[in-house]
């Protein structure tokens, strides 16, 4: 979904407003930000539309999140995407590593090798 123009224009007007407010040099009353001035609230759809920008900003987020785990476990590359199926992949995927991580330290000790401390650490 494409944002509506006229939503823009409003987050350019608020952006506006915001820098504004924050300009406390171009006071002529010398009051600055915190001088008792109170800054200019935001409308009602200002507020709104700072929510949903922040939502899509968000999911956004979740999205590029779920779509690098697709890149980075085995078997989910080119699949369509199901979240609780890459959630599902990738926590198998995690506890095939860390066994397979166990498996090769304790043939590196049958060895006589030794290996740090740290390594030992989930």
């Known amino acids: 979904m494409s ?35 109170d ?8 507020k709104k539309n700072n929510h949903i920008a922040s939502e899509q900003k968000r999911r956004a987020a979740i999205r590029e999140g779920f779509d690098r785990l697709t890149e980075l476990v085995p078997g989910l590359e080119g699949q ?14 995690l506890r095939l590593k860390l066994q397979e991580r166990q498996e090769l330290l304790a043939e590196i000790e049958r060895l006589g090798g030794h290996v740090d401390e740290s390594y030992h650490r989930r």
Do not use: H, I
Not at 16 to 37: E, F, H, I, K, V
Not at 39 to 46: C, D, H, M, N, V
Not at 80 to 93: A, M, N, P, Q, Y
């Open 3 to 37: 944002p509506d123009p006229q939503d823009q224009s409003l987050s350019g007007r608020q952006a506006d407003r915001n820098r504004d407010s924050m300009s406390s040099s171009n006071d002529p009353s010398g009051a600055g930000a915190d001088g008792g001035q």
């Open 80 to 93: 369509g995407r199901s979240e609780s199926v890459v959630l599902k992949k990738t926590v198998d995927f």
């Open 39 to 46: 800054k200019p609230r935001l409308t009602e759809q200002e």
